[in-house]
T-cell receptor
Framework: SQKIEQNSEALNIQEGKTATLTCNYTNYSPAYLQWYRQDPGRGPVFLLLIRENEKEKRKERLKVTFDTTLKQSLFHITASQPADSATYLCALDMSTGANNLFFGTGTRLTVIP | DVKVTQSSRYLVKRTGEKVFLECVQDMDHENMFWYRQDPGLGLRLIYFSYDVKMKEKGDIPEGYSVSREKKERFSLILESASTNQTSMYLC????????????FGQGTRLTVV
């Protein structure tokens, strides 16, 4: 069956450290993978997109990697800050079929001052 | 500033009531989506629409219907609300091309009593 798993439901990290979140999937072949941030009681907000032929993408303190052989994406936040505390969702965007996103369950990140 | 607006942030309805959730976007997007989000289950697609009057079932359409009479508006209808439809409902829109981000509304927290 198809599955998208994000490494843990919750992750606590000390301010200033690098947070690493994992997104693993099975039985999918996404053309793109997206990462979103969601604050409590709010809708998700897009952060980054990476294509299947890209290994790595950066945006300010954010870095995403995409390994289609391992079927895994890693999402890094360097020099983490308390304001980075939120739930982070990965989403798979397929190359065929209906145009919609398949979301993971999310990882709730807490950055401790 | 681009926007997806959902008509209500919080809603309390009784079992058996017909419930309408409205979503409006101002970005002239062809695609619109309705998701529900529950703890541990992530975002699950209920219905999506890729054009006016067009709709496609998502993963969990049972108990729901949708309407898209105008490009900017996508309505989710609970024909006869039940307690297991208590959830956070999220509307989103996007361009029709692959590899584009989805824009989400702020969400509607629906409680069915």
């Amino acid at each position: 069956s198809q599955k998208i798993e994000q490494n843990s439901e919750a992750l606590n990290i000390q301010e200033g450290k690098t947070a690493t979140l994992t997104c693993n999937y099975t039985n999918y072949s996404p053309a793109y993978l997206q990462w979103y941030r969601q604050d409590p009681g709010r809708g998700p907000v897009f952060l980054l997109l990476i294509r299947e032929n890209e290994k790595e993408k950066r945006k300010e303190r954010l870095k995403v990697t995409f390994d289609t052989t391992l079927k895994q994406s890693l999402f890094h936040i360097t020099a983490s800050q308390p304001a980075d505390s939120a739930t982070y969702l990965c989403a798979l965007d397929m190359s065929t079929g209906a145009n919609n996103l398949f979301f993971g369950t999310g990882t709730r990140l807490t950055v401790i001052p | 500033d681009v926007k997806v607006t959902q008509s209500s942030r919080y809603l309390v309805k009784r079992t058996g009531e017909k419930v309408f959730l409205e979503c409006v976007q101002d970005m002239d997007h062809e695609n619109m989506f309705w998701y529900r989000q529950d703890p541990g289950l992530g975002l699950r697609l209920i219905y999506f629409s890729y054009d006016v009057k067009m709709k496609e079932k998502g993963d969990i359409p049972e108990g729901y219907s949708v309407s898209r009479e105008k490009k900017e508006r996508f309505s989710l209808i609970l024909e006869s609300a039940s307690t297991n439809q208590t959830s956070m409902y999220l509307c989103a829109s996007s361009l029709p091309s692959r590899g584009t981000e989805a824009f989400f509304g702020q969400g509607t927290r629906l409680t069915v009593v």
